[in-house]
């Protein structure tokens, strides 16, 4: 073996063994209330900090409810704001329920609603919460990628395309939230892996966007914020590609092989961030559907090596039978323990039998 190979072999050992070193098995996991919004119910909320605004909060389907009874209309993705958690509930606000917080381009899906006269609809549910590439003085600048499909029933018609939307806020605005804007309708292609679309981390000068593949296997990409934070993420020409082991300014189709990162999650939606706690990057999240189930993941950089997914927590499900929960996700932002990362906390949904939702919050310590 070269000296060279040894060195890299080295260093390789070196990284394995300084992840596999993080304790993360939780102290504690205690469920200390819910996400509240009286007289609405949302499905998974994702979130992100959002400088002087506070928490940004980012949902998918949103209902009024009456008298214990969901009703119309029915909002693809809502918009809320929030402090930091506490010892119970967690109540979010927003400017009502009209219109979806991010939306359609009502001349190509269906109008404000997405609702198509044939009975199809058009979705676009969030998986995570903003890319914020400027917070300072008051001023922030985020981006938000969302998976878009236009569907009959629960069939998907043609794909799912990403589109991208841009959102911005100055302390003294009147506007209780972000103002938002679609930029781009189809950002990412039907045949695209949708990075950014599942998570994001955003550390140093780059914002590192992660996509999953046609065969669910995690992808990276990243962008380099140094060129210009106001609009880095909106020139393609800024993007670099996880690819056979390196970076690679040509973008790989949703099936292209050599893509895939090992452990960088466990299969279902979930949360990347940066613990300085643990100077490392983190997933935490589910395996997919039918449960609460959260499991955490570790790396010393967003391209790995990540640690083997590890089970620490099952939240308990609603009283629907078919699908009593998932939407495991982690809210980072929400902690004022220093140094970040020495808590946590998680929530999920809990789908009930009456079609109102339960978003329960639960608070993580480890070691």
């Not at 969302?146 to 991208?164: A, F, N, R, W």
């Not at 990276?220 to 060129?227: E, H, M, P, Q, Y």
């Not at 092989?257 to 279902?268: C, K, M, R, Y």
């Not at 495991?328 to 929400?334: G, K, R």
Request: proline share 6%; with cysteine; hydrophobic share 30%.
């Amino acid at each position: 073996m070269s000296s060279r190979s040894a060195s890299l072999s080295a260093l390789l050992v070196a990284l394995v063994s300084s992840v596999s070193a993080i304790n993360t098995t939780p102290s504690s996991v205690t469920v200390i209330g819910s996400l509240t919004n009286p007289g609405i119910t949302r499905d998974s909320c994702s979130s992100g900090n959002f400088g002087p605004l506070g928490t940004l909060w980012i949902c998918r389907d949103t209902q009024p409810v009456v008298n214990g009874a969901t009703t119309l209309p029915v909002v693809a993705n809502t918009g809320a704001v929030s402090g930091t958690a506490g010892s119970g509930s967690l109540n979010l606000t927003s400017p009502g329920l009209s219109t979806p917080y991010l939306p359609f381009d009502s001349a190509t899906e269906c109008g404000t609603y997405g609702v198509c006269s044939d009975g199809t609809r058009y979705v676009g549910w969030p998986n995570t919460g903003p890319v914020v590439t400027f917070n300072y003085a008051g001023s922030v600048n985020g981006y938000m990628f969302v998976p878009k499909q236009h569907i009959s029933g629960l069939t998907v018609e043609g794909g799912t395309y990403y589109s991208l939307y841009h959102l911005g806020y100055v302390s003294g605005q009147s506007s209780l939230l972000p103002t938002v804007s679609l930029d781009y309708k189809t950002w990412w292609g039907t045949s695209d892996i949708g990075y950014g679309a599942y998570g994001s981390v955003v550390q140093g000068n780059y914002a590192y966007l992660f996509g999953t593949t046609s065969s669910n296997q995690m992808a990276l990409a990243r962008v380099n914020l140094g060129s210009n934070v106001f609009t880095a993420i909106e020139t393609l020409s800024q993007y670099e590609y996880w690819v056979n082991g390196a970076w690679t300014t040509t973008k790989p189709s949703l099936t292209s092989s050599g893509v895939a990162i090992s452990n960088a999650f466990a299969g279902g939606q979930g949360t990347y961030y940066y613990s300085t706690y643990w100077s490392s990057y983190v997933w935490v999240g589910g395996d997919g559907y039918p449960n609460a189930n959260f499991y955490v993941t570790t790396a010393p950089d967003p391209t790995g090596p990540w640690t083997t997914p590890k089970l620490f927590y099952t939240g308990a499900g609603g009283s629907s039978t078919s699908l009593p929960a998932y939407s495991s996700v982690a809210h980072p932002e929400l902690s004022t323990v220093s140094p970040s990362g020495k808590e946590l906390y998680i929530s999920w949904t809990q789908n009930n039998a009456n079609g109102v939702y339960n978003n329960p919050l639960a608070h993580v310590v480890w070691p």
